[in-house]
């Protein structure tokens, strides 16, 4: 048993961040005095504690102007557990992206709203509003327990996800901070009206004797610095894997008896993504079956899982610092055993789960309860108007009309609930009005089920695209795949603009981790139900070569697949060495190896350098060599093909004559169009 719980004392130097929080008063400097300067940003150590206020300062990229200050805005992250938004918090969003940020709203992958572009005279103003409108940002972001996720459907007939639901708030209340630091700075010092705290969370909170908690502290749980790292946490049902549980530093999964009464949890711990470019010691990993426990000690085990990584993560490097690389580093024997020191007793043993299966729940679903809920897909979560597509003017008229709740999905997609039969034409009509599409089997599937971060221009970390490039990337794949006969086919899609992982991009059978300017990681074999990691295939990938690459592993995929086999479970099972060889031979087979390439002028890059899918001409039932064109001022591509005899003896013509081959083409179909004149 632990008596107290001081961080270990470590001979390594703490990382920066870990003195910051500890001169901060517990969040509150130097937030609070740089919040009152009249000027553009925040300093670089009050960005830092700024984050566990939910809000990150960001630049605009696509604005950023040589010689000048950067394009300051900041980004607001909402806490929302289970993705539960109430009518007239949903309403207050939706005004201050009009009135203060950029008309967007962005579903996050945990289940939160973010709202970008606001500046930071009007930071205050748009934190209040969400707080005084039964709101939060504390804690969306920072080392400590993020957004609690859980199943996002209101079933009202299936105790499981009610229990499912209630747990995910009362864990999430379980490990809100308790500094009074964020009311001061944001309502001047007054208390929100909230709902009355659980008693029996409150009490669970403030209990002690094995060493979980702080006395005489603000913080009793975290103490004076906090985690080492961020730590999410989710629960969810046997069966449902809509939250991506293997993801998660903590989930609990209901465990119910015969009669549907909650009789505890499972408990996985160790699971994350986030990882570091060419750093092996930064690694995906997926969460690890930890033990079962009673509902009556659930609190009791969740402080133990806390306390665990808070006094042994790794505080001197925040690369290191996830509870992943603890139970990695420790083993889960290790790891469970100081669990139950804090936890003052043994735990009990895991209990048999069936199979994890993803679900969306869109379209039209009974509640249980006579009334029904709508599951909406949301491109990437981008809740705005854009030309027909006027799904934020739609959302908010039916949230207004029929002040409804609404439930954010992990999937970045929303579900309007509690809606009565009567009202389901009417809102049904102004969908439709508006461009929405409410009927999910009318959407190509490979969309419906991919994800992307939002990347440039205004996330620090990203190196590339995401969300402004996974469009054109999907209509590339979906050409890709009715070029080689495989149109029905679907799998998910993933796509991030950075290696820390927001949209989960190791869980997909296809994933691209943006690695360079145009350049993605390229990952295969996740599980169509996000229960296996996926792999690296391929370092770098230039979205001008998509084509060029994935089409050999489409064809292998399609003549070896087993049936009814996936994708992602196709390249598992086939491994990645099988993969390349094929892809190999069938690059030679198929396809002029050399490079057109025409260094003078840049205009002229690689075979498949395209940002469309290729035009090709099979007269004689082969493929043919590829050209690429491009003008410098549009950047479009276009792609011409060629017969290998042509191609070959084009090849002979500008060697002999020391020419580009592109520059003889040229010549040539100028010279013939100017003939046909």
Same mark, same amino acid.
């Given at each position: ?402 002040? *409804? /709740?609404?439930?954010?999905?992990? @999937?970045? #997609?929303? %579900?309007?609930?509690?809606? +009565? &039969? ?112 996926? *792999? /690296?295939?391929?370092?770098?990938? @230039?979205? #001008?070569? %998509?084509?060029?690459?994935? +089409? &050999? ?121 100017? #003939?046909?004149?």
């Amino acid at each position: 048993m632990v008596k107290s719980a001081p961080p270990p004392a470590s001979n390594r130097k703490p990382s920066k961040v870990e003195g910051l929080k500890e001169r901060s008063n517990f969040l509150r400097e130097p937030v609070a005095t740089e919040i009152l300067q009249d000027t553009t940003h925040f300093s670089e150590d009050a960005v830092q504690i700024l984050k566990f206020h939910g809000s990150y300062q960001q630049d605009n990229r696509d604005n950023r102007v040589k010689g000048q200050e950067k394009d300051y805005q900041f980004m607001l992250r909402t806490k929302n557990p289970g993705g539960f938004v109430p009518p007239s918090l949903y309403l207050t969003l939706d005004q201050l992206a009009d009135e203060y940020g950029n008309h967007t709203l962005r579903v996050t992958t945990r289940q939160g709203f973010q709202l970008h572009g606001i500046l930071k005279q009007n930071l205050k103003a748009a934190i209040a509003a969400i707080i005084q409108n039964m709101g939060s940002t504390l804690g969306a972001c920072g080392d400590l327990n993020r957004n609690v996720m859980a199943p996002p459907a209101p079933f009202k007939n299936k105790p499981e996800y009610q229990y499912a639901w209630e747990y995910a708030h009362n864990v999430a209340e379980l490990l809100t901070p308790q500094t009074g630091a964020y009311y001061e700075i944001w309502l001047d010092g007054e208390q929100a009206i909230s709902a009355e705290e659980n008693p029996e969370v409150k009490a669970a909170r403030q209990q002690n004797g094995t060493g979980t908690i702080f006395h005489e502290k603000e913080e009793p749980i975290y103490g004076t610095y906090y985690m080492p790292r961020k730590f999410k946490v989710s629960v969810t049902v046997p069966g449902d894997n809509s939250i991506d549980l293997y993801s998660q530093d903590l989930s609990l999964v209901v465990i119910t008896n015969d009669n549907q009464e909650l009789e505890g949890f499972n408990v996985f711990a160790g699971g994350g993504l986030g990882r570091t470019h060419n750093k092996e010691e930064t690694f995906a990993r997926l969460a690890d079956p930890i033990c079962y426990v009673a509902k009556d000690d659930v609190y009791d085990l969740v402080k133990a899982i806390v306390a665990t990584q808070r006094d042994y993560g790794d505080r001197t490097d925040r690369r290191h610092a996830r509870l992943k690389y603890l139970i990695h580093d420790w083993g889960v024997d290790k790891f469970r055993s100081m669990v139950e020191k804090y936890f003052g007793k043994q735990v009990e043993p895991f209990q048999p789960l069936p199979e994890f299966k993803y679900l969306d729940f869109l379209g039209w679903n009974e509640q249980g309860d006579g009334k029904l809920f709508l599951g909406i897909s949301i491109d990437n979560g981008r809740i705005k108007d854009e030309g027909n597509f006027q799904i934020k003017t739609a959302l908010r008229q039916i949230v207004e009309q029929y002040n *409804l /709740p609404i439930h954010l999905t992990p @999937h970045q #997609n929303l %579900l309007i609930c509690d809606i +009565e &039969p009567e009202q389901k034409q009417a809102i049904e009509k102004i969908l439709n009005t508006h461009g929405v599409i409410t009927e999910p089997d009318t959407i190509d599937k490979i969309v419906r089920y991919s994800m992307a971060c939002p990347a440039l221009p205004t996330c620090g970390l990203a190196v590339t695209e995401s969300e402004r490039a996974i469009p054109g990337i999907l209509e590339r794949i979906r050409a890709l795949l009715d070029k080689v006969g495989l149109q029905n086919e679907h799998f998910v899609v993933r796509m991030t603009g950075c290696p820390n992982g927001c949209a989960r991009p190791y869980m997909a059978e296809l994933g691209f981790v943006g690695s360079a300017p145009e350049a993605y990681q390229l990952w295969l074999g996740g599980s169509p139900d996000q229960t296996r990691l996926a *792999l /690296p295939y391929m370092e770098r990938l @230039h979205m #001008n070569d %998509l084509e060029t690459q994935l +089409e &050999p592993i489409f064809v292998y995929f399609k003549q070896s697949r087993q049936s009814e086999e996936s994708f992602g479970d196709f390249c598992d099972r086939i491994g990645f060495d099988a993969i390349r060889e094929f892809a190999a031979q069938y690059e030679s087979e198929t396809a002029v190896e050399a490079p057109i390439t025409d260094d003078s002028d840049g205009l002229i890059e690689t075979m498949a350098d395209s940002t469309t899918a290729p035009i090709t001409e099979e007269s004689d039932g082969q493929e043919v060599a590829i050209v690429n064109t491009t003008t410098a001022a549009s950047k479009t591509r276009h792609r011409v093909t060629l017969q290998h005899e042509v191609y070959n003896k084009l090849k002979e013509i500008s060697q002999s004559q020391g020419k580009p081959m592109t520059q003889l083409v040229n010549e040539a179909l100028t010279d013939y169009l100017n #003939n046909l004149s």
